[in-house]
Each structure stands twice: as structure tokens, then as C-alpha cells.
DNA sequence: TATCACATTAGATATAATCTAAATCCTTCA
DNA sequence: TGAAGGATTTAGATTATATCTAATGTGATA
């Protein structure tokens, strides 16, 4: 049962399940679509009209930092969110924003001398180019230089 | 000559050496360390007080769309610009949201099969953590957990 | 039931980036 | 040379995104 493990993850995360943060954590395992804090805070409260925008930036807030949601940030566009169901990893359009899973595989780590004193979390890996919706009519300026030179 | 070298790549990504131009540029070059626009902006008129905030945004996404800068889009913070000297990828520091180089290595490509009719131009690797800086005194909240699960 | 930490709220505020419309600067070419 | 027209720059207004503030509400516990 979804509900239940919703609120499950949220205790696990050393968080009070609250109607409102139950509210965007729902949302965000129905929608994997990646919405903005302010489509999420829309769809929550066309729902159940009780959650103010405040609160759904604090609880996007709190969940990520408890590691049960994950943000992506997008150049010149606001902030994707994202519940961490499965490892994946992420495919941002260059020409809508829009940002889709990608099957998850092992990524070579950075040689451990390059590291130095930094402390590694995490590694994730980006890609970037048009989604299926923008492939065909993709912006010409974008389009014609560097197609996969990709790495 | 470095003067030159600039004038040279600009010009071959059909942009004119305007004196604003050339300085976000120059700037860029000289400090490798992901300036924020503003940052950018402040450092440009220290040295020749001619470029307005306006001018140095259009020609940052100029320069980003001839392909000669790197926006590095980072959660919660200004994004931050990198000239494209050499091919490198990113750390970012979860406590100080600073962005580092770190050495180049060829990623996996992702399965041929998950790409649909996606077209791929980059793919790009980000690793987060702590800096030098921030590893001693990083923040207890975010230290605990994870760790390194990191793929 | 009193208490206290955690949560929520509306609205103000801060920050980042873009837009607007006018002015200026180049390049071209008659 | 100098007129035309496009590219570039500008100050300031505006938009978009996110956070802060101070008051209020809520629930677990004793």
C-alpha cells in the first residue's frame, strides 16, 4: 500500500508525516515527471486546498535532505524535484528544460588522487540534448554545431 | 598571446571582440574558479568600469550558446560560468555550493536502447560532497548519512 | 491538561535573471 | 565621406524563484 510506505519513509527520515508533507511526497510518486516546486504546490493543493508555498518549499527542503527526494537544478529555469524511487540517472533538454530518467548504470569513479581531501556522496551523471518531443523541431541555432561530441 | 587567443574564439563562434565581450572572456580565463554572473559582472568593472549587469548577462548566454562558456546550474545558488578551456568535469560542495574542476575521463555512453528518439550532445559527470574547504567543518546534519553511496 | 518542539501560514522580502526602449557603436557600401 | 542598418550596450523596470518573519496551530508526552 502506497500510503503506508510513504509514511514509513517519511518516519525513517526522522520526519512527522503531516498532511501537507504526505501531500508532496504523494504527489511526487504519482508525477515522475520531474514538476517545479511551484507545479507542485499547485497540484497538491488543487487536491486538497491546504498547503501554503511556504510550506511546500520547506518540505521539498526537508525531504531532500533526508535523501527521500532529489533536486535537480536546471540552467535559467526554477529547481525539478524528484522522489528517489529508483537509482537513475537524468536527461535535461536543452531546448524545454524538461528533465526524464535514465536507465542507471555504474559510473567510474574519479581517480582517488584527484579527490584530494574532498569528501565524494555522491556521483551523477547528466545528460543533455533534445527529448523526444523537441528532437524533431529542435532550435536551429542549438542544432547544427556540437551533436555528441558527448564524452 | 592570450589578447589574441580570445579575439581568435570569439570571433570564430561569430561573435564580435566588443571591449564588454572580450572582458567577460578574459575574466573567465584568468579565473577558473565558477564565478557567479554577479561576481563576473563586479570583477569585469573593477578593472574598466564600462559593462552594465545587463550586458554582462546577454553576453554570458551569448557565449554559452557559442559553445566557449560552461553554465554550471547549482541548487538553491546562483549558477556559475566557466570558460570551456579544456575538457574536465564538476564537483559541486553540498555545504558552500562552490564548483571545482575535476580531471576529464570518458563516461559509458548510456545503452543505445534507452535513448529512443532522444538526441544525446552531452554527457556530463557531477560529483558531489565537501570541498577541501568545507570537509573538516561540514555541516552534522549532512554528515552522517550517506556517505559515498555513491555509484 | 500543560508544555514544548515541530509545522504551517500569509505576506513581505531577497535574490537571480530577463525585458524594454532608447542610445551608441560598427560595418558596409554607395 | 557619410548614410543606413544591424549588432551591442545601457539604466532601470520587471519577472521569476525562493526564502524569511512572526504569529499561529498541532500533536506527543508527562
Redesign the pocket.
Known sequence: MVAESIRRSLEAGG??C????YAVMAFLTEHARHP???EIFEGVNLVDP??????T???L??LVKAGLVREVAVE????RFDAKIMRHHHFICDRCGNVEDMEWYDVPRPASGSLGKRVLRECELIFRGFCTKCAPRRASRLDAARRVDAG
Open positions: 520526519l512527522r503531516t498532511p501537507q508533507r517545479t516546486a511551484a491546504r498547503s501554503s508555498r511556504a510550506t518549499y520547506n518540505n527542503r526537508d535559467g529555469r526554477a529547481a
